[in-house]
């Protein structure tokens, strides 16, 4: 299936179940969230998962382009990506979560074709507060499909106030072979959908009282979807990224783990200005100038004269499609280029600066304020220098 089947077929679905299609959002958050970037589908349906009612009624579905800075530091591997599309679905205080575990095993046997015996699912086994999640336990058990009972793993908050309640993953089995373990005991299962049970708000002093509208919020990775379906290794290996690994792959025949890290950086970068972001030494716009700077990071290492201006086209026109997203090509690169500049200068400038200061002896807290406060120079950038990763 390719990603444009796969969207199909789970909004055809669930609008065959009544849920409406909702208009996706941007990644840029209102002034008024103190998050950066939309996080997840359920991100800017927030006021209505706590009660408003939604003017598109209590069925609603999506595609959502999500960003996620948490998952920087784990991308490399074969399943984590800072920017990534999710496919979601709510029940805002309309059916359950057993329903919503119904529909959506039979959403994988039969719309998707996964094999039974690929699934394994976890379930929030109880703490202190809360007993076991016995509803969704009994669906699993009757659908045949084996069981994991958790603790915080399947605890589902978007902080530590707010909204929040148990979840139920759902796992495919990714390994060349038969099913074995589970997911807390082999990674070679995978995540593929969370189906989340908001039945709580939590107080500051950590209290739960129950919420007025129970809700029901699923979230299912389109690109990790596509990389059960294909049956390939990692998710760099789909439709989505298939541009930049070919061009970057050619250009300078990087490893594997930078190969995907260059990638992921580069597109990200191109979807967060897509959405009108641009580099700043704070909030989004240090978001990206980070991306950009790890990207050259790891190209430098090996070749310091490697510039994104070697970069054709094609894997830029690519995104911006694929995202839905109006941007200037051109426009795109000479931001990409004047970052470039902007970086090369830095690091003359820095080198000196941090040899100095290490001359004294190891960098304290002084000596980053220092270099920050009176040179510009972030802390990652100093650690890069002292390192000599840069």
């Known amino acids: 299936m390719t990603p444009e089947t796969i969207t199909g077929t789970f909004v055809d679905f669930y609008r065959e179940r009544g849920h ?42 999506n595609v959502q382009r999500c960003l996620r800075t948490t998952d920087l530091d784990e991308v490399g591997d074969s399943t984590h990506l800072t920017v990534f599309q999710m496919l979601g679905s709510w029940s805002l205080g309309d059916y359950d979560g057993p329903q919503s575990l119904r529909w959506g095993y039979h959403l994988l046997r039969e ?10 699912a976890t379930v929030f086994g109880g703490d202190e507060q809360v007993g076991p999640d016995t509803g969704s336990l009994e669906v699993w058990r009757e659908l045949g499909v084996p069981v994991e009972l958790t603790g915080p793993e399947n605890w589902w908050s978007n902080g530590p106030t707010g909204p929040c309640g148990p979840d139920s993953e759902i796992f495919v089995w990714t390994g060349d072979t038969p099913p074995s373990g589970t997911p807390g005991t082999d990674g070679r299962w995978m995540e593929v959908w969370n189906h989340v049970q908001m039945r709580y708000h939590r107080h500051g002093d950590g209290r739960l009282e129950p919420l007025r509208q129970p809700n029901v919020d699923t979230g299912m990775g389109l690109e990790r979807m596509e990389m059960v379906l294909r049956g390939g290794g990692s998710v760099y290996e789909g439709e989505g990224f298939g541009p930049w690994v070919r061009t970057v792959g050619g250009l300078w025949h990087p490893d594997e783990e930078t190969l995907r890290r260059v990638c992921d950086h580069l597109r990200s970068g191109v979807v967060v ?47 911006l499609d694929r995202f839905r997203q109006r941007t200037d ?43 920050h406060d009176t ?16």
């Open 20 to 61: 409406v299609l909702l208009p996706e959002s941007s990644l840029v958050r209102p002034p008024d969230d103190p998050v950066l970037f939309t996080t997840s589908g359920m991100h800017p349906l927030t006021p209505y998962l706590e009660g408003r009612p939604h003017p598109l009624g209590r069925r609603l579905v």
């Open 111 to 120: 719309g998707f074709g996964i094999d039974h015996d690929r699934l394994h």
């Open 273 to 319: 200005v897509g959405d009108g972001v641009r580099p700043t030494n704070t909030g989004r716009g240090y978001v990206l100038r980070r991306l950009i700077r790890r990207t050259l990071t790891l190209l430098w290492r090996d070749d310091p004269s490697r510039s994104l201006g070697d970069l054709p086209d094609e894997p830029f026109t690519h995104t």
């Open 329 to 371: 090509v051109g426009d795109l690169r000479g931001l990409l280029l004047d970052e470039e500049r902007r970086f090369r200068g830095l690091l003359r400038r820095g080198r000196p600066l941090v040899s100095r200061c290490l001359s004294r002896g190891p960098l304290g807290e002084e000596d980053y304020h220092y270099l």
């Open 375 to 390: 040179h510009g120079l972030p802390r990652d950038l100093v650690d890069g220098l002292v390192t000599g990763t840069l």
